[in-house]
Nanobody, 119 residues
């Protein structure tokens, strides 16, 4: 079973940057796709970005495109989310997730890390 542990959240001001990390308990090269999701208070969990481990191909939600960058380091079994130009609407709990194979949905989730952006 894949274990995921997020870190890097915190309280920042609008316009600041943060980098989230997600360490996997298995080799990320063996995980088909890794993603970041977020859940704001009173809202459903929403897709933020994902990356295919083997190719590095990325996808982003429109709301973060151009501001956030997802990357992975397969040597460290870690996926990152670089968040720039943060806005109050980015405030949420951010979750890392693993999709092991293309035929299955996201199966493993981290515990989440809080990101709070003040105006």
């Amino acid at each position: 079973q894949v274990q995921l542990v997020e870190s890097g959240g915190g309280l920042v001001q609008a316009g600041d940057s943060l980098r989230l990390s997600c360490a996997a308990s298995v080799q990320t090269i063996n995980i088909w796709r890794l993603g970041w999701f977020r859940q704001a208070p009173g809202k459903e969990r929403a897709f933020v970005a994902d990356i295919t481990s083997s190719t590095g191909i990325t996808n982003y939600a429109n709301s973060v495109k151009g501001r956030f960058t997802i990357s992975r380091d397969n040597a460290k079994n870690t996926v990152y989310l670089q968040m720039n130009s943060l806005q109050p609407e980015d405030t949420a709990v951010y979750y890392c997730a693993a999709r092991l194979v293309p035929t299955r949905p996201y199966q493993a989730w981290g515990q989440g890390t809080q990101v709070t952006v003040s105006s």
